[in-house]
């Protein structure tokens, strides 16, 4: 069964815009990571955040970790056209972190 | 740069027929893994291998097995090929120093008729 489930589904916004992905999951976590798939690609790993981390940035990224609800955000700002793709949320199902679930994914669409 | 290559970008096979989805990874990674995906689902784990010769069942292995025969290669077997097995799939590597990043594969779609 899925860990992660993404919300929404879609999200169509202008350039320029900012870009927010919300992912929750059912159990208790060491690290959430985000990934990005463009169309037809394998995934690129994004960001990941620790389970005491409330807040992470890279770049144009801003991923927040809510643990006592099981959910955390990803935001891109100032978006682009580039960034059109789908974004998933993972988690590690075993100790060792190297088995992941994902979740469905969110799809982007940023318009120019 | 890490790379993972996979064998074919499309493929379109039979009923019944035997099917070979191979990977290759530049990386020396330990870990290499298999999924499949599909509108909806996300990625859900087939199989996963942490060592040449070892292998651990992800979510979903029925009707599929693997091999890994060297470090470097990680093959997905479709023993006799069904039409709900066409779909994406993705083959990933990652190394135990840092389980949680994996490298993905361009992945092959996969037509079963």
């Known amino acids: 069964s899925q860990q992660g489930e993404e919300d929404p589904q879609a999200l169509s916004i202008q350039e320029g815009e900012n870009a927010t992905m919300n992912c929750s999951y059912k159990?208790?976590?060491?690290?959430l990571q985000w990934y990005r798939q463009n169309s037809g690609r394998g995934l690129v790993h994004l960001i990941l955040?620790?389970?005491?981390?409330r807040e992470k940035h890279s770049g144009r990224l801003r991923v927040t970790l809510d643990t006592s609800k099981k959910s955390s955000s990803l935001l891109i700002t100032a978006s682009r056209a580039a960034d059109t793709a789908s974004y998933f949320c993972?988690?590690?199902?075993?100790?060792?972190?190297?088995?992941?679930?994902f979740g469905g994914g969110t799809r982007l669409m940023v318009k120019p | 740069d890490v790379k993972v290559t996979q064998s074919s970008r499309y493929l379109v096979k039979r009923t019944g027929e035997k099917v070979f989805l191979e990977c290759v990874q530049d990386?020396?990674?330990?870990?290499m893994f298999w999924y499949r995906q599909d509108p909806g689902l996300g990625l859900r784990l087939i199989y996963f291998?942490?060592?040449?010769?070892?292998?651990e069942k992800g979510d979903i292995p029925e009707g599929y097995s693997v091999s890994r025969e060297k470090k470097e290669r990680f093959s997905l077997i479709l023993e006799s090929a069904s039409t709900n097995q066409t779909s994406m799939y993705l083959c990933?590597?990652?190394?135990?120093?840092?389980?949680?990043?994996?490298?993905f594969g361009p992945g092959t779609r996969l037509t079963v008729t």
């Open positions: 990933a590597s990652s190394s135990p120093q840092v389980p949680y990043e994996q490298y």
């Open positions: 159990t208790s976590i060491n690290n």
């Open positions: 955040i620790r389970s005491n981390e």
């Open positions: 993972a988690t590690a199902v075993n100790n060792a972190g190297n088995m992941l679930t």
């Open positions: 990386m020396d990674h330990e870990n």
């Open positions: 291998s942490y060592d040449v010769k070892m292998k």
